[in-house]
């Protein structure tokens, strides 16, 4: 049984509260537990934080205790070089997922630091999106 992490940056503590319209009205519990559902016989440490360096530290830490990440960054992904050069640091699979179609949103959120990084992206799902992350990194780790 391996242990995949699933981060979340921030705002996402608003989620189902925060502009509903464009993320939907599960709640940051919801997309927990269907997490851990997709999980099959792996562990989720399912974390939300609005600070850039705890989502690092967490990283870090994923270095020696985690087989995958599956990471929504949230807005630190057109920002972050700090997150992409964490993420650089672990060696297992990386899972980037987005809530919304990002490409049909402002231009600026059309870059993403975290996808060099990346082993697959998947936006535009809703939170469908993280459960399909969840699967992919549980396949790769076997």
Avoid at 45 to 63: K, V
Avoid at 64 to 92: K, M, Q, R, W, Y
């Amino acid at each position: 049984m391996s242990l995949i992490y699933v981060l979340n940056g921030p705002n996402l503590n608003l989620l189902g509260k925060r502009q509903p319209e464009i993320y939907g009205h599960d709640t940051l519990r919801d997309v927990e537990a269907l997490c851990v559902a997709a999980a099959g016989d792996h562990q989720i440490r399912f974390l939300q934080s609005n600070w850039e360096g705890q989502l690092i530290d967490w990283i870090h830490e994923a270095r020696d205790e985690a087989a995958a990440i599956v990471i929504n960054p949230a807005a630190l992904t057109h920002t972050s070089v700090a997150v992409l050069d964490a993420l650089n640091s672990f060696d297992g699979p990386v899972v980037e997922v987005h809530i919304s179609q990002v490409h049909k949103r402002e231009k600026f959120r059309h870059h993403s630091f975290v996808s060099l990084r990346a082993d697959a992206v998947i936006a535009g799902m809703g939170v469908a999106g993280y459960g399909a992350a969840v699967r992919h990194v549980a396949t790769l780790i076997g």
